[in-house]
């Protein structure tokens, strides 16, 4: 699997091999190897976690992050961000507003 860490849109990291795991307190936490890493870019703030996947994108915010030396990172995460590849919501979320072709 591969993944990206993005501060804005520029790419932080490339990571590979990652694992998401649901923390006993309800967060995310993800461990990756670092395949590509710019220094600068991962010290800024915010970074974004984006996990593509057929249909688009997944993408949740990194609140703790560290990478060894040896390329391991260890990352906690926010709640996800519903977003989809091309930046349109995504099609299972439901918008409840009216419809503006309807007739009152």
Not at 31 to 38: E, G, I, P, S
Not at 53 to 69: E, Q, R, Y
Request: proline share 8%; with cysteine.
């Amino acid at each position: 699997m591969v993944g990206h860490i993005k501060w804005h849109y520029y790419t932080a990291a490339a990571i590979n091999g990652y694992t998401l795991t649901r923390t006993p307190e309800g967060r995310m936490s993800l461990v990756a190897t670092v395949v590509m890493r710019d220094a600068f870019k991962l010290a800024q703030r915010p970074l974004i976690f984006e996990a593509p996947h057929k249909g688009g994108v997944w993408k949740w915010p990194i609140v703790t992050c560290a990478v060894s030396d040896s390329g391991r990172l260890t990352a906690t995460l926010g709640a996800e961000i519903l977003t989809s590849y091309n930046g349109e919501p995504p099609k299972d979320l439901c918008l409840d507003f009216p419809n503006p072709k309807s007739s009152a």
